[in-house]
């Protein structure tokens, strides 16, 4: 994202007018989760967790998870619904999350969706396919890559996708690894199973921007909080609770810094320091891929009436006082 934030007028979006379907998605720390209690309570719906680390029980802290107080009394579903030794799959959550959706649209509500990772976002906003998986087959690739490296399987996965390739990083040997998984399995390029454009139900997307600096200046002050927090012991109790078995809860930001400290990799000057500098990285990536999305209408996030502008994006008037 520019240093200019790019605000597109409320009223282009009169499909706003019906929806019972709303996400509100951008970077971490613009102030999703706040804004999504807010259109709840105005509305009369409920919350749909979209953030990947927050369906993990015990992940408070270094997730941001809202405290029950900070809910307000709204149901905030897919939040604690996994240990942290199991592994996060695109495909259960889609299905579990449309089913939430469904219900909640189905009692009258309004379902507000909200977080950061854009591929659960698109899981259960558009049409997509989640491709098969097979255990043998991914053992033998994750073992390849251990031996010859992430590169050498990107350079594969270019030859014979390069539409995969050019969206895959090529540091990222979990998704390089499950694009040829499925690649090897369908016969079919991994970028044909990717999500289409296309909502499953009426939805309108609310995305709330930040200057560069102050997304930078508030990662930092989040991390500080974390730490002050009590992230440490937060990580301890994990630990304990089998957090190095999980696949994907150990590789989470924050939590994998926290492990390297534990470990005496790191002291702790560094780790805060990493978990800054992963985070904003994290956040460049999170604005990259919803900036694709031109269906989102932006916001700018420190906007004093920021409420009454996403209102006025779903075509629903202010509570009365």
């Not at 369908?186 to 499953?200: D, I, K, M, N, W």
């Not at 604005?287 to 999305?293: G, K, L, N, V």
Request: a neutral charge; charged letters at 30%.
């Amino acid at each position: 994202m520019s240093d200019t934030v790019t605000v597109r007028d409320p009223s282009d979006t009169p499909e706003g007018r019906t929806t019972t379907l709303v996400a509100v998605v951008g970077a971490t720390a613009t102030g999703k989760s706040d804004l999504a209690v807010d259109l709840a309570l105005a509305c009369g719906g409920e919350v749909v967790n979209a953030d990947a680390m927050q369906l993990y029980r015990g992940m408070d802290i270094g997730t941001a998870k809202l405290t029950e107080r900070e809910r307000h009394g709204i149901p905030h579903l897919q939040l604690d619904v996994l240990d942290v030794r199991e592994e996060a799959s695109v495909a259960a959550y889609q299905r579990h999350a449309r089913a939430d959706v469904a219900a909640i649209c189905g009692r009258g509500g309004i379902a507000v969706l909200t977080g950061g990772s854009g591929l659960y976002v698109r899981a259960v906003l558009d049409r997509m396919e989640i491709p098969p998986t097979d255990a043998t087959h991914r053992r033998e690739l994750e073992e390849e890559l251990a031996r010859v490296g992430v590169a050498e399987l990107h350079r594969r996965l270019a030859l014979l996708d390069p539409a995969a390739a050019a969206a895959i990083l090529p540091s990222n040997g979990r998704r390089v690894v499950r694009a040829l998984e499925v690649i090897g399995l369908t016969g079919r390029p991994f970028s044909a199973t990717l999500p289409r454009p296309e909502y499953v139900r009426p939805a309108v997307q609310i995305g709330l921007a930040l200057e560069r600096d102050e997304l930078d200046r508030r990662i930092a002050a989040r991390v500080d909080r974390m730490w002050a927090d009590g992230l440490v012991d937060e990580v301890r109790s994990l630990e304990r609770a089998g957090l190095r078995e999980g696949r994907t809860a150990s590789r989470a930001l924050g939590y994998a810094q926290v492990l390297d400290l534990l470990d005496g990799r790191c002291d702790e000057a560094e780790a805060k320091a990493d978990v800054v500098r992963a985070t904003r990285r994290f956040a460049r990536r999170q604005e990259s891929w919803f900036r694709r999305d031109g269906r989102i209408v932006w916001l700018p996030a420190q906007a004093p009436d920021l409420l009454p502008r996403a209102l006025a994006v779903l075509g629903r008037p202010l509570p009365a006082p």
